[in-house]
């Protein structure tokens, strides 16, 4: 993925960011304190694309090439969560609306998103639990935008962005609903991702509301064994929530911070379980891998391979995976996307 983008916002801002030093995953943070190396005896596994592993990432985008409705979005109780995830998963491949032989169909959900956006005031969840799939629509129409810059793209992401910004807490975080009334980690977390991957595109995301969502998750994690709750003080910690507070912590430049630290730590003490099943499974996953990746090569290379091989063993003779919240949409989009890690096109998969 070439970095011109991120280098000519940095230029252009003419100082380093104070708290975002780079977006999302450009950062380039040292590897963590390996507690790695005591997960297991073995030799540590070289992690990369496998003929099997990219027959069944192809396999997974004709299925999700094959369900998309007409209008451009993809069916469910969350259409934006499972639209957005799809087009990431096409675009993490290469497809880029306008471009291959998925270009159309590309554009199409794109053109869906402006409708939205254009018809909900910015707004593109739904539903009772809508800003986990805003957050995910304006991190997908980001990395669209950057790749294929048209001006109604661009307006409808500055407007979803600006929806976010109406919607943080006084406490930082973020809710279901597009409203300042409460906050969890989860929903803060889809959001952090959403504005690192806008600032990097350009789009401009001032430091104070990224320092608020910062505080916010400080707050959440536990200090006694670094996972993170699901608000301050509130609930267990779980895998799935706790790789989200590790990532947020990448995300806002913290790679290298005492609280990274604790909370991989956290993540390398599950047991291996985990890569077969767990709670919020692809979830847990989309945000664990990418923790890893950024956590050094000894970590990644441990636990790519594992959810790889599980992943695997999971998909479909149709080529899609099932059992998410979201419908097999969501679940083959998300597997699509931690199997593709290492072709690190999309931004968020860079270090």
Known sequence: MKRSRHNNLMRALGRPLTLLACVSMLLSPQPAASFAQEVDDGGVDIAELSPETERSIERGLRYLAKTQSSDGHWSNKYPAANTATALMAFMLKGHFPGRGPYGEKLTKAVDWFIERGRNQNGYLGSGSRGMYEHGLATLALSEAWGEAPQDELRDALKAAVDVIFRSQHSSGGWRYEPKPNSHDISV????????????????????????????????????????????????????????????????????????????????????????????????????????????????????????????????????????????????????????????????????
């Open 188 to 351: 803060t977390v889809m959001q952090i991702v959403a504005l690192a991957s806008a600032r990097e595109a350009g789009i401009l995301v001032p430091d104070d509301v990224l320092s608020k969502a910062l505080r916010y998750v400080r707050s959440c994690q536990r200090p006694f064994d670094g996972g993170f709750a699901y608000q301050p003080g509130n609930g267990n910690a779980v895998l799935a929530r706790s790789a989200a507070g590790v990532m947020s912590y990448y995300m806002l430049g913290q790679g290298d911070s005492p609280g990274t630290q604790r909370g991989l730590d956290y993540l390398l003490r599950s047991n291996n379980r985990k890569f077969n099943h767990t709670s919020h499974y692809y979830y847990a996953h989309y945000y664990a891998i990418q923790v890893m990746y950024q956590a050094g090569d000894a970590n990644y290379q441990k636990w790519y391979p594992k959810i790889r091989d599980a992943l695997l063993r999971k998909q479909r003779s149709d080529g899609a995976w099932h059992g998410g919240a979201g419908g097999s949409v969501y679940s083959t989009a998300m597997s699509i996307l931690i199997l593709g890690v290492p072709y690190r096109y999309l931004p968020i998969y860079q270090r």
